[in-house]
Every structure is written in structure tokens, then in C-alpha cells.
């Protein structure tokens, strides 16, 4: 977004590490007052340039869960069908994220399920009640190596 100064970028470096970071520490860090850092935040917020105030949770503290990724292909590539496409994955909880990717592939989806039986039953009601599903192809992650939900800070800084 072009509106954010040097000084919004800073906000965004130290929000996206530790969201609860008091206003006051962040205003210490940047040199503002906790007020203009809390002006900033809700600007930010009501713009959508800051989407969500959300907790991680380590899915494997609570509960036993398997990751899949998953390549789907289309039949159609008709705009309307990929729309609706879009819901059904958009609806499932299990989908925590979509990508609608080039190449082969139409869509790139990484899945949380508790079981290998609540994937089977996953994958009737989003993938074969699905027409415009060509086939799709299920890769079982081993171990979450890496999860980021961090802009990386020199893409933030070249926003200034």
C-alpha cells in the first residue's frame, strides 16, 4: 500500500512478531507517542493493510493432526466453475490454505485433518462431489519444518 510511511513499515515489523506488544513499547522503539501508534493501528486495520489479530496455535500440543498438500485439477477452466471452486474449498475448515497456481495443476491446497478417515471423508464431499475435479494428488507431510506467517522484512521495507 502506498500510503504506509517508515513509520507504519516499523509498526508492521514489531505486529507481525508479537502482535501484543504494547503501544507504548512500540512507540519507545520507533519514536512516536503510544497515541500516533494506536492512530496508526486502527488506520491500518480499517484499510485491511492489517487483515487479522489472530493466536497460532501448535496444532501438535492439542491434538494429534496430519498436514497433507494437495494438487487439484480442473476439467473446465470456465471462470464461473473455478468461482464455485473456490467456495467449496473457501468453506471447508480443514483447507487452511488455497492457492490458485499456474502449471499443471489449478489449485494448491494445504489441509489439517485428526485422521487419515476424516481426509477420505474430506475428500468426498469437496473433491469427488465435484464435477469440474479432474482427479487431485495427496502428499502427506512428514514434518512441519517451516510455517511462516511473517511478511519477511526487507518485502515490508521495500514498500517505503
Do not use: W
Request: aromatic share 6%; hydrophobic share 40%.
Amino acid at each position: 500500500m502506498k500510503n504506509l510511511d517508515h513509520f507504519d513499515i516499523s509498526i508492521l515489523k514489531i505486529l507481525q512478531k508479537d502482535n501484543m506488544t504494547p503501544q507504548r513499547d512500540i512507540g519507545e522503539k520507533i519514536g512516536l507517542s503510544a497515541a500516533a501508534v494506536q492512530r496508526r493501528i486502527k488506520r491500518m486495520r480499517e484499510t485491511g493493510v492489517i487483515k487479522a489479530d489472530i493466536s497460532v496455535i501448535d496444532i501438535e500440543k492439542i491434538k494429534h493432526s496430519i498436514t497433507l498438500i494437495v494438487e487439484v485439477f480442473l476439467e473446465s477452466d470456465k471462470i464461473a466453475l473455478i468461482d464455485n471452486v473456490k467456495k467449496v474449498f473457501i468453506a471447508a475448515p480443514e483447507v487452511q490454505q488455497c492457492y490458485y497456481v499456474t502449471g499443471e495443476s489449478d489449485f494448491i491446497l494445504m489441509i489439517i485433518v485428526s485422521s487419515m478417515k476424516d481426509y477420505e471423508q474430506l475428500t468426498r464431499k469437496i473433491f469427488y462431489n465435484n464435477e469440474n475435479i479432474k482427479h487431485f494428488r495427496t502428499l502427506i507431510s512428514m514434518d512441519n519444518v517451516k510455517s511462516g506467517l511473517e511478511i519477511p522484512i526487507d518485502i515490508l521495507s521495500q514498500l517505503e
